[in-house]
């Protein structure tokens, strides 16, 4: 089996802006699903991640100056 490494050093928290919205909306639709799934129809789960889950819903989170998200990221500065 594959040993995920467990050293954070080529990672860095960071505040997370508009252009991170994608990758959040990515990572927060697939984390609701992964955990709830079997809970609910199929259709549901699609329209729950289509409502809550959107680009457009992240980037008002991380636009909105009394929100702060926080996001690991790589080396390179990109959400990981």
Do not use: C
């Amino acid at each position: 089996a594959k040993r995920m490494s467990t050293d954070p050093a080529p990672y860095t928290i960071r505040r997370a802006t508009q252009e991170d919205a994608p990758a959040l909306s990515a990572l927060a639709a697939r984390t609701f699903y992964d955990t709830f799934k079997g809970t609910a129809a199929e259709e549901d789960f699609v329209v729950a991640m289509e409502e809550w889950f959107n680009i457009p819903s992240f980037e008002a989170r991380t636009a909105h100056p009394a929100t702060e998200v926080y996001l690991a990221a790589a080396p390179d500065g990109t959400a990981a």
